[in-house]
């Protein structure tokens, strides 16, 4: 077998399998469409999680090294009280984005 036919095996295996994962979701979707009360409460859990694990890392470590001094982690913190205080997303970023623009120039 050329590595050519290799390449294309495994691309298509790969899609294979994707469209496999996706598409049994869609065969159980119906059953899962009322889930227990603390599942619900752990799955409301996620999102915030996944975006916190994004986003902590470039305040605390822009460069690679822990910085609590530079610019970025000061304006992530005052967003984050602007984020409890008004629970509005489009007000936090607008906040956010304005001090890191404000705070770089500084």
Do not use: C
């Not at 869609?26 to 986003?55: E, K, N, S, T, W």
């Not at 913190?77 to 770089?104: D, M, R, S, Y």
């Amino acid at each position: 077998m050329t590595e050519t036919a290799r390449v294309w095996i495994t691309i298509v295996l790969a899609g294979a399998g994707t469209f496999l994962a996706r598409i049994s979701f869609l065969g159980v979707a119906h059953r899962m469409a009322d889930p227990p009360i603390y599942l619900q409460r752990v799955l409301r859990m996620i999102p915030p999680a996944a975006l916190a694990a994004l986003v902590l890392p470039s305040f605390v470590r822009p460069g690679g090294t822990f910085d609590l001094t530079q610019p970025r982690f000061f304006a992530g913190v005052i967003a984050t009280i602007v984020a409890f205080w008004t629970k509005n997303v489009l007000v936090t970023l607008a906040v956010g984005i304005t001090l890191v623009v404000l705070f770089e120039q500084l």
